[in-house]
């Protein structure tokens, strides 16, 4: 969807990569179990330093946050601002030397971290309700709800525009995500009070049969939370497509068309990665 608010000279190029940025959008969640350090990337515990506006008092540069609080402490409980920052940075230079694989995976590790930092339950250290008896809610807010009434969003959005201060601007993200969680977990408390016994149903998944979220308690949570999931998701699109073209505009408006000879062939790799996907990976909506 990100791609529909790029200007002409950038939208070729992502339109004709889209398959290749959409299937490369997973590796970060693949790399958590791979690569040390890349799990703090996908979220901040803003609630472990303080409970009520965090965004507001918490150090937005990294420098001044590692003095305040130890790199360590930062990477325990989440850098997905700074992380995006650096993404950003590494997007820019990619971008500047015409480099057509970097360009394409990394536009799509952005586009990922953008997204976690736009999950109201990536903002805190009750990611997955399991403080509140809650186990589960994280899957159901990102995946289940998008899953049954994502096709009834509105997704028009407008052209991506240059953005002065990226950082403040994935910062005031974190701070409406983080907003939103208080909301997010009460109104799953008290429909579960209200529906008990019909919470959960089962449902077909290929060979298997799961326990699911039911539709009608979905419904009821998705129609309690207004268009919540809705505006974030679009706000993660647009963000994305301004942050693609910001590094763009920083590394001079390269040309993005590239000839035959300086493309390369990704889908032997995307085909090792679907291989490799595993089903802790594909339940990846138990953790941050």
Same mark, same amino acid.
């Given at each position: 969807m990100a791609i529909f608010t790029l200007p002409p000279e950038m939208f070729g190029f992502y339109k004709a990569n889209i398959g290749y940025i959409k299937d490369f959008a997973v590796r970060p969640d693949q790399r958590r179990y791979a690569v040390e350090g890349e799990a703090p990337r996908h979220y901040i515990d803003l609630d472990h330093w303080e409970t009520k506006a965090p965004v507001d008092t918490m150090p937005h540069q990294w420098d001044s946050a590692v003095a305040k609080y130890s790199e360590e402490k930062l990477l325990e409980y989440g850098i997905v601002p700074w992380h995006i920052q650096t993404v950003t940075g590494w997007l820019t230079y990619a971008m500047k030397k015409r480099d057509y694989e970097k360009i394409i995976k990394l536009s799509a590790d952005l586009g990922h971290y953008i997204a976690d930092a736009h999950v109201p339950l990536h903002t805190t250290e009750n990611y997955n309700g399991q403080l509140t008896n809650q186990k589960g809610i994280h899957g159901l807010w990102e995946s289940r709800l998008p899953e049954l009434f994502a096709s009834d969003y509105d997704f028009f959005i407008g052209k991506a525009v240059y953005l002065d201060d990226p950082l403040e601007t994935i910062w005031q993200a974190v701070g409406e995500s983080f907003a939103a969680k208080d909301t997010v977990l009460a109104l799953e408390n008290a429909?579960?009070?209200?529906?008990?016994?019909?919470?959960?149903?089962?449902?077909?998944?290929?060979?298997?049969?799961?326990?699911?979220?039911?539709?009608?308690?979905?419904?009821?949570?998705?129609?309690? $939370?207004?268009?919540?999931?809705?505006?974030? $998701?679009?706000?993660?699109?647009?963000?994305?497509?301004?942050?693609?073209?910001?590094?763009?505009?920083?590394?001079?408006?390269?040309?993005?068309?590239?000839?035959?000879?300086?493309?390369?062939?990704?889908?032997?790799?995307?085909?090792?990665?679907?291989?490799?996907?595993?089903?802790?990976?594909?339940?990846? $909506?138990?953790?941050?």
């Open positions: 429909l579960t009070q209200q529906m008990p016994t019909t919470k959960y149903s089962f449902e077909r998944r290929g060979a298997s049969t799961v326990k699911v979220y039911s539709r009608e308690f979905s419904q009821a949570y998705h129609t309690a $939370m207004g268009t919540m999931v809705e505006r974030r $998701m679009k706000k993660a699109i647009y963000t994305t497509g301004c942050f693609w073209y910001t590094a763009w505009v920083d590394a001079g408006q390269p040309d993005l068309n590239f000839i035959n000879a300086q493309r390369k062939d990704l889908q032997p790799e995307i085909d090792s990665l679907r291989s490799l996907m595993s089903s802790e990976i594909k339940g990846r $909506m138990e953790t941050h």
